[in-house]
């Protein structure tokens, strides 16, 4: 099987899979709609080369799914604040009692004063008396976005369940491609790109898995300034 596609063999065999109608999932769990498109396309890895640009991620979604994915983490030079001084102020304890900061940001603060502060040029977390805790520049996000999805192919599928199995239905694909700073500002303000921090207080430092960016999967085409039906 080849790693890659054209977008022209991309769309032929697109259609076809279009017109099998419902297919059965390959694969159970969430990753059953991607895994089994890319059975159906014939392709290992998830990408489809694009003329004069760099490859496009593919990826599939439930249509009407609430689901999100990550789209990247990111954490160079965000921190304001030593990380284990901020899980030691802000923290909150987990089941077995370690402390850590794991908070979905919004523009509202949580139960602990924090909050996501934005502006033309950065977005931040910061405590309601004023502390700055991580910032991030926008010029810097939407590169790291592009580096991560310098286009994406999105197929969209009808799902039912049928006997406990579920079946998909890939019904639209599109090329979504370009992306700017205002578009990731207005995302993150509409809440469609979530700001997830995610670290815990290890004893003499802090373990930091990445600051994670996420967006809702139907709410993909937003993020993009380009959006082309396939």
């Known amino acids: 099987m080849p790693n890659k596609l054209t977008l022209k063999e991309f769309q032929t065999r697109f259609q076809k899979i279009k017109d099998m109608g419902f ?11 991607g895994h089994t498109l890319q059975v159906l396309l014939g392709v290992k890895e998830d990408n489809i080369a694009l003329p004069d640009l760099h490859d496009a991620e593919l990826k599939a ?24 001084e901020a899980i030691r102020t802000y923290g909150t304890s987990d089941k077995n009692g370690r402390l ?5 940001m919004s523009l509202t603060p949580n139960s602990q004063g924090l909050f996501l502060h934005t502006d033309q040029c950065a977005i931040s977390v910061r405590h309601i008396s004023g502390v700055l805790i991580s910032e991030w520049q926008l010029q810097a996000l939407k590169q790291q976005f592009l580096r991560k999805f310098p286009a994406m192919v999105l197929a969209s599928a009808f799902s039912e369940e049928r006997g406990g199995v579920e079946w998909f239905h890939y019904t639209r694909a599109r090329l979504l491609s370009d992306t700017s700073e205002d578009t990731l500002l207005n995302q993150i303000r509409s809440g469609n790109i979530m700001v997830d921090l995610r670290l815990h207080d290890k004893g003499t430092s802090a373990r930091n898995h990445g600051t994670g960016f996420r967006a809702f999967e139907d709410k993909l085409p937003l993020l993009f300034n380009k959006v082309e039906d396939l």
């Open 23 to 33: 297919v059965q999932t390959k694969r159970r769990g969430p990753t059953g709609v």
């Open 61 to 84: 979604h439930r249509i009407g799914s609430s689901a999100m994915i990550t789209l990247f983490t990111f954490n160079r030079k965000a921190w304001k604040m030593n990380p284990l």
């Open 100 to 104: 850590g900061l794991y908070f979905t």
